[in-house]
Each structure stands twice: as C-alpha cells, then as structure tokens.
C-alpha cells in the first residue's frame, strides 16, 4: 500500500513514525539527496519511484511470509514484492542496517540489496542502469532534467552508480541472503526465509541443529522447540519454528508457531520483533475507545502534528500501523477522534 511522505527536508523523528520504527539516520540523509528540490510531498513520493523504483510503504506492506526482521519502508508495485530493512538483533547498537527484497509470490526469502543504505540504493540505481541500456525505461530517471543535480548530491555520498555494481548481490543466478556482521562470541545460522538467526553463541544448542523436513510435524517442532527454551537455548528454538513456519504457512497451524515465536522473541530480549509477530500474524481483538484514544495519542505525539492539516498523516500512521487481516482500530470512530484531538 502507497505510504505518503512528509514534505523534504527530512527529519528522522516524522520518518520513524511514518514508517514504523526507527529509521537509521542514512536513510534520511539518501532520502534529502534524493529530493531536496522537491517543493511537496507528492513530488518526494514521485521521485523517489522515479529514481529507484520504490514506492513508499510502511508496516502494512507486510505480508504473512515477511519475516519480522524485515521493516518495509518501499513497495516494487508489483505481487506485494518489497524492501526493508533488515534489523537481525535490535538489542545490538547500530547506525545502519542491511536492505533486503522480500516478494512473497517466490519461494527465495529475502534477498540481499545492499549491506547499508547508500550500498542498496547504489545497487538498485545500477540495476535501473542497466535495464535502461537494455530496454529503454519508460520513466528514465537518467534523462531527466533533474538528475545532473541529483547525481551530484548522491556522488558526495560515494553513490556512483555503474554497469559492473548491477548484478553484485547475484551468485548463479540467483540473489543472495541477508548475512549480518557477527559479533564476537555471536553466532548467525542461516534459513530457508534469507534472514537467519543471529545470537549469543551460547543461547545456541551445542548439538547440530535438527531436520526440518518439507512437510513439517507442528505439534513435534512446538514440543521442541518448547524444550530448547526451558533449556536456555531460545536461538535454536528460534531457528527450528521459522524453519516450521516458511514450510507451512499460511496454513491456520502456522498461528500456534507465531505465538510461541512471541514467547522466543521475549526470551532472546526482543520485545519488538515480538510486537511485530503479534501484531501481523495473530488475530486481534479490537480495541477499546481507550486503547484507540492512547494510540492515537502516541501517534500525535510521535509524528509531531499539531492541528487538522496533520489529519491525513495521522491517519496515513495508524492505518500502517493497524490496518489490514489483523485490524485492531475501527477507523470510522478513530477518524472522529483524531479530529476531536488535532482541534483540542
């Protein structure tokens, strides 16, 4: 779903609640590069499809396969295919994050875009490159009047698109996964969703890991997983239920593995990546009047509004934030109190 940006400049407390997390600062440094000309939003949405083919997007691009580590901030426009930052341990400091592609209508997982921000949007500007060259884009943003200005602003950010950068995330054919930095004494076990798991080598059961088999026994995969998390090793209990969980969903039985992905997530210290679980893959009860006047009133707060022209960015949040298969907000009553707070 289309998500509409602020007007440039930029800040990352608007992109934070825009998009639903806290955005790293290089992504709103590309973000002005990007459209510092720009005089509206609109005109920023525009660019930044023009230049790298994403259209803006939040939480509510997620699709039920897109793993929790993964925050969309973009859309391809195309079969729910997205980008996003890949965040493998939001308890680990961090001044950047890798970019992954997620298209849930291929059985790949996330592959890889670029390992920080300006290297993504360097690769995929390489890409426009190369299918312009090939076949000719109908929206070329190399022949548009703009670009020589924005080409020079991405320069001073050692962005230099080329031919030879198109295709460097590809081994074979095919894209790579989303590998993070491992941190002394960490471990990262890759799976079959590209994300992998990345933890304190000792949360990790010493023994090789178990085989998860095409067409998974659930019951016997919770079981496990259950034990490895009694027994200090929520990691591999982490593991073994997204290994179960790509297998199987979006089959019903695929809640009974998020709700106790909940319960991992909480163990391994990541009350975010819980949320996440909880808030796109289980079915909610909706929200009290109190409950949608205490969220709205975060979102106010976080993205700083201040009277009735903010209404539409007000609305834009919540519905990223709670619209879709798992709604909690009954937006008829929501839009009438974020008028009656916005005019307070």
């Excluded at 580590?69 to 295919?81: H, K, S, Y």
Aim: charged share 20%; proline share 9%; net charge negative.
């Amino acid at each position: 779903m289309r998500h509409t940006l602020s007007a440039p400049p930029f800040d990352a407390a608007k992109l934070s609640a825009n998009f639903g997390f806290p955005v790293p600062p290089p992504f709103v440094t590309l973000l002005n590069a990007l459209c510092a000309d720009c005089g509206s939003a609109k005109a920023a949405c525009e660019r930044l499809e023009d230049v790298l083919g994403w259209v803006p997007a939040g939480d509510d691009m997620r699709y039920d396969g897109t793993p929790p580590e993964l925050f969309p901030i973009a859309g391809t426009g195309v079969d729910g295919g997205h980008f996003g930052y890949v965040i493998h341990a939001p308890e680990l400091p961090a001044c950047d994050h890798p970019i992954g592609r997620f298209e849930p209508m291929d059985s790949d997982g996330v592959r890889l875009v670029g390992v920080t921000t300006f290297k993504a949007a360097e690769t995929v500007l390489s890409f426009e490159m190369q299918c312009d060259q090939e076949f000719g884009l109908f929206r070329s943003p190399f022949s548009s009047a703009w670009w020589p200005e924005v080409a020079a602003r991405l320069r001073s950010l050692s962005i230099e698109p080329d031919l030879a950068k198109a295709g460097c995330h590809y081994e074979n054919g095919d894209g790579r996964p989303v590998t993070p930095a491992v941190p002394e004494g960490w471990r990262h076990v890759a799976s079959a969703d590209g994300i992998g798991v990345l933890a304190p080598a000792p949360l990790f059961h010493p023994a090789p890991l178990p085989a998860v088999e095409r067409r998974p026994d659930v019951s016997a995969v919770l079981g496990a997983a259950l034990r490895y998390t009694a027994d200090q090793f929520p990691a591999t209990a982490l593991w073994l239920l997204r290994e179960c969980y790509w297998r199987v969903w979006p089959d019903p039985v695929s809640i009974a593995l998020c709700r106790a992905m909940i319960d991992v997530y909480h163990a391994l210290g990541r009350r975010s990546l819980a949320v996440v679980v909880n808030r796109h893959r289980i079915p909610a009860q909706q929200m009290t009047e109190d409950e949608m006047r205490a969220a709205i009133a975060d979102v106010i707060k976080d993205s700083g509004a201040t009277g009735k022209k903010d209404m539409g960015e007000v609305m834009g949040i919540l519905r990223g934030k709670y619209a879709g298969k798992y709604a909690k907000i009954d937006f008829a009553k929501a839009s009438a109190m974020v008028k009656a707070a916005l005019s307070g």
